[in-house]
Structures are given as C-alpha cells and as structure tokens.
C-alpha cells in the first residue's frame, strides 16, 4: 500500500488511494477513498477486512489478559 502521511494535510485526490497510479475515465470510490481500479477496490477491501480481524484478536486479547489478571 501507498503511504499516504503526506496527504491529511487536504490531499489533491490526484491519484489512487492503493497503488497510486493516475485515473482512467471511472474513478472508483470505496469508504471515501478514491481508487483507479476493480483490482484497487478489491485489495482495499481484503486490507480492510485483515485490519477487521486484527482488531477482533487483538481486542480478544486484552480481554482474556485482563480477565487473568483479576483472577
């Protein structure tokens, strides 16, 4: 994925939010983020369903270390 520190600061929107290629004449949107393609939309969405998952274990985690620690 394309690091994307430089462009909070009000981005142009010039190119995709993956792999940061130009735009064709579609410009595809997924949660607010401007993609070049069905291949960019697809990797989006597998990335954000691995950070999905993440956070459920991670979360899950804490919890079961929290729940040893009080015992």
């Known amino acids: ?7 909070f600061g009000g981005g142009s929107g010039r190119c995709c939010g993956i792999c940061g ?3 064709g004449l579609i410009r ?7 993609l070049c393609s069905k291949r960019c939309v697809d990797g989006f969405k597998a ?3 691995i950070n999905q998952v ?4 991670a ?11 009080r015992r």
């Open 47 to 49: 990335q954000r369903e």
């Open 59 to 69: 979360s899950s985690l804490i919890a079961c270390m929290s729940d040893s620690i």
């Open 28 to 34: 595809y949107y997924c949660w607010r983020t401007a």
């Open 1 to 7: 994925m394309r690091d994307n520190s430089h462009a």
């Open 21 to 23: 290629g130009k735009f």
């Open 54 to 57: 993440a956070s459920l274990v």
